[in-house]
């Protein structure tokens, strides 16, 4: 299959300056008519013109009003191919495409009685034949015809030029978006919805007319999702000086989608869970996750739409950024703590692992096969990561002078990660130059410390050094620009500053080792480094659960005091796990955990500390068994599962009557559900706290109390979540009881598809195939896909890591399944099957085996197929 380099980009040999799109649409047979003009770039150059299109079929093909016979052109399955074409001339091209068997939901798709667009990365060759690529930017005119009773609503990027009715019950609405964009980021919707219409007023005083559109009979559950934009809006001026540039803003709500949701301009397309919420149907983690997908979308607006990438290598250059916003406005909207540790643990848990695995990759890509496989957690999330560190080192005002100048420079172009760090590093002649290496260097750094006092000087030293495990991509890795923030904690409470420090609270590690210096301090100080996560590296720096113990009780940081946590919980499983300890008597892991943790020591600081509900929630959660397989790699991940448990045990055995007490107290006030962050602290430790309850037999009953007391989501899916751990006949009682109750509606019932699937019980495998068959579940439908099967191989430890390889062979022959109705999905959920790296010898074989079963299989997707080959020449260049 074609591979495609970051290295052979070539400017594009036409221009298109107008398209003129009319859509005649029907569900199996709709017509596109495209009238393109366009330019030769290079007008010496004789190049023929080479269209992108894809499952196409050509109906007829004009040049200036002349249509043009056979042999005139060429046709092949993903190209149309034009010679001897003079400077500027005008092509009218007519297509037949059909929306109603596009399973792919790329493209024009047809499903829940609506017509729907999704063009990123590469759709749009599915719509007609085109100049496929980001940096050809045009102007679009679009007129959408279709029968009026059913699709009363037509709508495309811009603003209305024209509408009427047209014969047979059909009716037609011109569309015109006076901003020059991509073939990706165009959009049509037709269909029947309600519409929720408000209004936002610039801070230039110009209206734009807000709506949202669902599906009937929903308005009443757009409220969280108008706000949410209006929120974004004003953030954006409040921040960066960014306005709205349309009189119309459109975000529409899809059932059947295969991402989060699409910024394309002015008609922004939403997977509808990330719109549709009520108090008792969405939790505050739905809230949080509408808010900031809203916002997400509304700054590509400015980074993505108004400055958009070159070609798709540069991908980073609207996601990682756009990401940094969405982050920053979460944090302004919400609470910082929380905020970071999710971020942080979605860089630990999922963007190491896929570091480490075959699809490593820079987060501006040097290869690519199919380009859906590159909107991972590398691009976007390791990619935040990297703006984030350019903010820290360039401070508040440089970093956004730096955004100002990009903006000054490229408003209106496709440009490349280089333009992006040139405009940061000019506007602050700051040289980047070295930091830079961020965008092409692929791996995690990890960094080693070592620790030195000297007595007599009362000086303590920490040399750090920086090394980057190879990939078989870039077997030689470079040291990389890492700011370190840092901590240096007294006996007495007080901070010390590192001599090295640049007054600003941050060292700065640009070579491959770093020496820190801390003068007049005692020797029982303790240093805490990439404070924050101040850079996406590893850490290894040794400390006692006695230190650990010191820096939870008197770090002046948060953050710190959750990280020194979370390695207690490392540490206690790893102890457990590579001590051989007999997992199954909990009695003696009791003691021997007490021994050698003393958190005993820690029960007064706990109940002291329940008043601080954000804090303790974080603090009481232990890191899942992906995030413990990452820090514990090659043990058995059933060892690591079960001693997670017995963890938990401990703990409960350890605080039993603190937790008793203080679950009892937030429960007793529990106010009229708002998405408010005192009350979503609140019940996010009510759920933290009853789950660990539950795991005492005399507490068995909370769950159900819990379930029958709630009147929102967020504690009907706390009870749930605790029933489950039970898994006694209340759990299916309650289970159908809520399946009852939200049977009408498809956003819900993925809580409940997921659920079923994460049970951990030995015929789960059987349990996946009747849910299958269950009148909710459709392998059409991506959100259903992802609740069941995907729940099941991300997160059922035991049923999908069963020592005799069952959960991966159910896996691969549902894979098989999927792959020919969404390859995109497929490609997505095979994830946990290609992180065979972290795993024991035997898993790995078992693991293998099926990815070699998935590649002989014929017809394989170039999603598939790129994932799927990789992984196993990595296994084979290692074995
Ligand atoms: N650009 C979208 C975003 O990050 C994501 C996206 C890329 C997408 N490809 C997609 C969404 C395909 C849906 C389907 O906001
Ligand atoms: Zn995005």
New binding site residues.
């Given amino acids: 299959m074609q591979v495609k380099k970051r290295l052979d980009y070539q400017v594009p040999k036409f221009q298109i300056e107008c398209v003129d799109l009319i859509f005649d649409l029907v569900p199996e047979a709709t017509i596109v008519t495209s009238q393109l003009s366009i330019c030769r770039v290079d007008i010496n150059s004789k190049d023929a013109l080479i269209l992108d299109g894809y499952e196409l079929e050509l109906i007829s093909l004009s040049l200036d009003g002349r249509r043009l016979d056979e042999n005139e052109f060429e046709v092949s399955d993903t190209q149309l191919i034009i010679k001897n074409l003079p400077e500027n001339f005008i092509l009218t091209i007519t297509t037949r495409i059909d929306p109603k068997h596009n399973t792919s939901?790329?493209g024009l798709y047809y499903a829940s009685d609506a017509f729907c667009t999704?063009c990123?990365?590469e759709?749009f060759r599915r719509i007609t034949y085109y100049l496929d690529r980001p940096d050809v930017l045009s102007i679009f005119t679009v007129t959408v015809r279709a029968d009026k009773k059913a699709y009363p609503f037509l709508l495309s990027n811009g603003n209305v030029i024209d509408s009427g009715d047209l014969v047979d019950g059909r009716h037609f609405v011109t569309w015109h978006d006076p901003f020059k964009k991509p073939a990706y980021l165009f959009a049509l919707v037709a269909g029947d919805f309600d519409v929720l219409e408000d209004q936002y007023i610039t801070r230039s005083q110009r209206k734009v007319c807000l709506q949202v559109f669902v599906e009937k009979g929903r308005l009443y559950q757009a409220q969280h999702a108008i706000q949410s934009l209006k929120k974004s809006m004003k953030w954006d001026e409040d921040t960066f000086n960014l306005e709205y540039d349309l009189d119309m803003y459109m975000i529409v709500a899809v059932d059947f989608?295969?991402?989060?949701?699409?910024?394309n301009k002015g008609l922004n397309i939403f997977n509808s869970k990330f719109v549709l919420a009520q108090p008792d149907s969405a939790t505050d983690e739905d809230y949080f996750n509408i808010e900031s997908i809203i916002a997400?979308?509304y700054f590509?607006n400015w980074t993505?739409n108004r400055v958009t990438c070159r070609d798709w290598f540069q991908l980073s250059l609207?996601?990682g950024l756009?990401v940094y916003r969405d982050q920053w406005f979460s944090h302004d909207m919400t609470s910082p703590l929380s905020n970071r540790i999710k971020q942080v643990n979605v860089m630990r848990s999922h963007q190491f692992a896929e570091d480490a695995s075959a699809m490593s990759h820079p987060i501006r890509p040097d290869e690519v096969i199919e380009m859906?496989n590159f909107?991972t957690v590398t691009v976007?999330d390791k990619g935040a990561e990297v703006i984030r560190m350019m903010h820290t080192l360039l401070g508040d005002a440089g970093f956004k002078a730096g955004i100002q100048l990009y903006f000054e420079r490229h408003d209106g172009q496709a440009v490349t990660c280089d333009d992006f760090v040139a405009a940061m590093q000019d506007a602050n002649h700051y040289d980047l130059s070295h930091f830079s290496r961020w965008y092409s260097q692929s791996g995690t750094p990890e960094i080693t410390v070592e620790q030195v006092y000297d007595a007599q000087q009362r000086l303590l030293t920490l040399n750090l050094v920086q090394a980057t495990p190879s990939t078989s991509a870039q077997p030689k890795k470079h040291p990389l620009v890492l700011p370190i923030k840092y901590e240096c904690l007294q006996a007495d409470g007080k901070l010390v500053q590192a001599k090295e420090d640049q007054g600003n609270g941050v060292v700065v590690m640009s070579t491959g080792s770093l020496t820190m210096s801390f003068s007049d301090v005692d020797e029982s100080s303790i240093v805490t480094l990439f404070n924050g996560f101040s850079a996406p590296v590893k850490l290894n720096q040794h400390f006692t659960p006695a230190q650990r113990l010191r820096i939870i009780q008197s770090s002046q940081d948060d953050f710190v005091k959750w990280e020194a946590m979370q390695g207690l919980y490392i540490q206690s499983v790893q102890y457990l796990v590579d001590n051989h300890v007999s997992l199954s008597d909990q009695n003696s892991v009791n003691e021997i955990l007490q021994q050698f943790l003393q958190l005993d020591t820690l029960s007064s600081w706990i109940d002291k500390n329940m008043s601080r509900p954000e804090l303790m929630a974080e603090l009481l959660s232990i890191p899942s068994t992906e995030s413990l397989l990452q820090a514990l790699p090659k043990r058995d991940i059933l060892h690591l599962h079960q001693a997670r448990k017995n963890v938990t045990q401990y703990m409960l055995y350890e605080f039993k009557t603190v937790f008793e007490h203080h679950y009892g107290a937030l429960i007793e006030h529990q106010p009229i559900y708002e998405y408010e962050q005192l009350q979503v602290n609140n019940r996010r430790l009510i759920g933290v706290l009853l789950q660990f309850l539950v795991h005492e037999p005399a507490y068995h009953h909370l769950a159900y109390e819990h379930f029958t007391h709630s009147n929102n989501m967020t504690d009907t899916l706390s009870s749930l979540k605790a029933a489950q751990i039970v898994q006694d006949d209340s759990f299916y009682k309650m289970m159908d009881k809520f399946a009852y109750e939200w049977s009408h509606d498809l956003v819900v019932m993925d809580k409940w598809f997921s659920l079923q699937a994460t049970v951990e019980r030995d015929d789960i495998l059987s349990q996946l195939t009747l849910l299958q068959a269950h009148p909710m579940f459709n392998i059409q439908n991506p959100n259903k896909v992802r609740a069941l099967i995907g729940s099941f191989a991300f997160f059922n430890v035991p049923g999908f890591h069963a020592a005799n390889g069952k959960g991966y062979d159910f896996m691969t022959q549902y894979l098989m399944q999927l792959d020919h109705v969404n390859s995109?999905v497929a490609a997505r959920i095979i994830t946990p099957l290609t992180q065979w790296q972290l795993h024991t010898p035997e898993r790995r074989e078992l693991m293998i085996k099926e990815l070699r079963r998935l590649l002989a299989h014929t017809g394989l997707s170039r999603d598939l197929f790129e994932k799927v080959s990789k992984s196993i020449l990595q296994y084979e260049e290692i074995h």
Avoid: D, I, P, R
């Avoid at 989608?257 to 910024?263: I, V």
């Fill in positions: 939901l790329e999704q990123e990365a759709g989608f295969n991402m989060g949701a699409m910024e997400h979308e590509h993505g609207k996601e756009t859906n909107y976007y995109q």
